[in-house]
């Protein structure tokens, strides 16, 4: 869960079998209770986020619903960064060990680490808001288990010393993960990213990638298809296109990602290109002698031209 206010996250471990219920009681016992209900809430297109169960729900508490545009998970840019970042997290550290074990000898999963990821993250400054989400939160930084370390103490039992170690070092790990991992997206999605243009009318072409059931075989299909013509702009980010024939029963709305500009000819794709209409000079070809030569075994053939021009040429 992304406050897009503070730049916060929250995270709860969820499995693929939990239903609409599951999902709406884990929102009430950890974001409802402590955060209070939020105006608007922005999802992907789950079966769990449009069932009439969860609508019903969020009708009830006054908060508005925004599903992201199909296909086209840059709608929850922060959200999906964010997964992203965690990913990045979890990742480097079940590379190398899938399962920690402390002195007690008890089991912690990935899902142990959860609690130290959120804080970690929460306490690492913003890219956006150059603070802590924390200290926008809350105006000051939560202490973590190191702030607190007392290296002159004589003795230490070992139970918490281990559990201190247990949180020390996700958390060193996590906060240098954490800014590894922002600044690799970035780069990654500012090299490629470019922002395209469209209006009203414009005729553009529509990837095939999300269309089910088209005729043929996929490898065969075409990539786009088109042209069609934008009815309508939805923000900057997304199109509606008025779509014919056998797509007219497609969803008409789509990421500009998955929309190309259409061009009739060439000249229409570069327009800079100019086409070359210079006509040819004719030449007349006047009659020659000519005279075999024969120089370092290459056997080269030199040309006199009975014209105005004198001039001998090898051939």
């Given amino acids: 869960m992304v406050d897009r206010f503070r730049n916060s996250m929250m995270c709860l471990p969820c499995h693929k079998e939990d239903t609409a219920m599951d999902t709406a009681l884990l929102f009430w016992n950890n974001i409802i209770s402590t955060c209070g209900v939020p105006k608007i809430v922005i999802s992907d297109r789950d079966p769990k986020f449009t069932s009439e169960f969860w609508t019903n729900l969020y009708d009830m508490l006054g908060t508005k619903l925004a599903f992201s545009t199909a296909y086209h998970p840059q709608t929850e840019g922060l959200d999906e960064r964010m997964i992203q970042t965690m990913e990045d997290i979890l990742r480097r ?26 804080l970690a993250y929460n306490r690492s400054q913003h890219y956006t808001t150059g603070k802590t989400p924390a200290l926008v939160k ?5 202490l973590l288990p190191v702030d607190l370390l007392k290296e002159n103490l004589l003795t230490i039992h070992p139970t ?13 790990t996590e906060s240098r993960c954490i800014a590894e991992a922002k600044e690799y997206n970035k780069q990654r999605w500012d090299k490629t990213h470019m922002e395209p243009e469209f209006k009203e009318g414009d005729q553009v072409l529509v990837s095939t990638l999300n269309f089910k059931n088209l005729k043929g ?6 990539l786009f ?10 923000g900057e980010n997304a199109v509606e296109v008025k779509l014919t024939q056998e797509f007219s029963r497609k969803h008409p709305v789509f990421p500009v990602s998955l929309v190309k500009p259409y061009f009739q000819t060439e000249e229409d794709k570069l327009p800079s290109r100019k086409k070359n209409t210079t006509v040819p000079e004719i030449v007349e070809v006047s009659a020659c002698d000519s005279k075999p030569e024969h120089k370092h075994d290459n056997q080269n053939t030199i040309n006199q031209w009975y014209s105005q021009d004198t001039t001998k040429t090898w051939n």
Avoid at 96 to 118: C, F, N, R
Avoid at 160 to 172: E, G, L, S
């Fill in 93 to 118: 550290f079940c590379a190398y060990e899938m399962e920690y074990k402390d002195h007690e000898g008890y089991t912690h999963d990935w899902v142990s680490l959860l609690p130290a990821v959120q």
């Fill in 138 to 142: 809350k105006r000051w930084n939560p």
């Fill in 160 to 172: 918490a010393t281990d559990f201190h170690d247990m949180w020390k070092r996700p958390c060193d």
């Fill in 217 to 222: 075989p996929k490898k065969m299909r075409d």
């Fill in 225 to 234: 298809v088109g042209p069609f013509t934008i009815i309508k702009l939805i």
